[in-house]
C-alpha cells in the first residue's frame, strides 16, 4: 500500500531560525497537504497543493509539490514560540473518495 | 461558513462498557466525513469513511463501528470497549469534490480503565 516517510521526526530549534520538513512517498500523489497540530487539539490546514512543481505560501510557511510527484517539503521561516506543534503532511493518490494518507508527523520545539 | 463539532471533548471509560461518540458538521451538504484515531500524539490512522447517508467503509478491522443516520451526523460506536481502544479520535469532513482538503474536529480523548 502507500506510504509516506516524513522526516525529520523531531526538531529543537531557536527562535528567528529556519525550519525544513519533507515528506516522501512510495506512489505517485496527486495532492499533498500540511496540517499543524496543537496539543489536545485537531490538526488544521497550513498549505494545499495541487500542482506537480507548485510553490505555495502562507506567511511565513511555503511548501512544494515536488516535480516527481512523490514529495514535498515545508519551510517555516524565522520561527516563533507560537510555532511549537506537530506537523504533518499528507497525501493523497487516485482513489476519488478523498482518503489521505498521512506522515507520521514531524514535533517541533522552539526555544524562546 | 463550515464548522465541525465532536464530543465529548474527554471520555474515561471501564474496559467491557459501549461506547458513543459524535460528530456534525454545519454550513454544508452531503460532506464525506471520516474517524481517524491518533495514538501517543503522532501518525493518523484511518478507521472510517462515508461518502453519504447510511454509506460506511471500514479501513481497519477492529472492536468499533461506524453510522451515518444523518447527512452530517457521523457517530462512532462500540459494544464492548478494549484497553487498546484508548486514544485520541478525530472526526473530520471534505466536500466531495475531488481533492478538497479534509478539515478536522478537536477531537475527543478516551481513555479505557
Known amino acids: 500500500g502507500q506510504q509516506l516517510n516524513q522526516s525529520p521526526q523531531s526538531m529543537f530549534i531557536q527562535e528567528g531560525e529556519d525550519v525544513s520538513m519533507n515528506c516522501t512517498s512510495s506512489s505517485i500523489f496527486n495532492t499533498w497537504l500540511w496540517y499543524k497540530q496543537d496539543p489536545g487539539e485537531g490538526p488544521v490546514l497550513l498549505i494545499a497543493?495541487?500542482?506537480?512543481?507548485e510553490l505555495t505560501s502562507n506567511g511565513r510557511l511555503t511548501a512544494q509539490f515536488g516535480i516527481t510527484r512523490k514529495d514535498s517539503f515545508l519551510n517555516i521561516s524565522a520561527s516563533i514560540p507560537s510555532d511549537v506543534g506537530i506537523y504533518f503532511c499528507?497525501?493523497?493518490?487516485?482513489?476519488?473518495?478523498?482518503?489521505?494518507?498521512f506522515g507520521q508527523g514531524t514535533t517541533l520545539q522552539v526555544k524562546p | 461558513s463550515q464548522t465541525i463539532h465532536q464530543w465529548p471533548a474527554t471520555l474515561v471509560q471501564p474496559v467491557g462498557s459501549p461506547l458513543s461518540l459524535e460528530c456534525t458538521v454545519e454550513?454544508?451538504?452531503?460532506?464525506?466525513l471520516y474517524w481517524y484515531r491518533q495514538a501517543a500524539g503522532r501518525g493518523l490512522q484511518l478507521l472510517f469513511y462515508?461518502?453519504?447517508?447510511?454509506?460506511i467503509s471500514s479501513e481497519v478491522p477492529q472492536n468499533l463501528s461506524a453510522s451515518r443516520p444523518q447527512d452530517r451526523q457521523f457517530i462512532l460506536s462500540s459494544k464492548k470497549l478494549l484497553l487498546s481502544d484508548s486514544g485520541f479520535y478525530l472526526c473530520?469532513?471534505?466536500?466531495?469534490?475531488?481533492?478538497?482538503?479534509?478539515?478536522f474536529g478537536n477531537g475527543t480523548r478516551l481513555t479505557v480503565t
Open positions: 497543493l495541487y500542482k506537480a512543481g
Open positions: 462515508s461518502v453519504g447517508i447510511g454509506q
Open positions: 454550513g454544508t451538504s452531503n460532506p464525506n
Open positions: 473530520a469532513w471534505s466536500v466531495t469534490v475531488y481533492n478538497s482538503p479534509l478539515h
Open positions: 499528507a497525501g493523497r493518490g487516485s482513489s476519488n473518495t478523498g482518503k489521505l494518507i
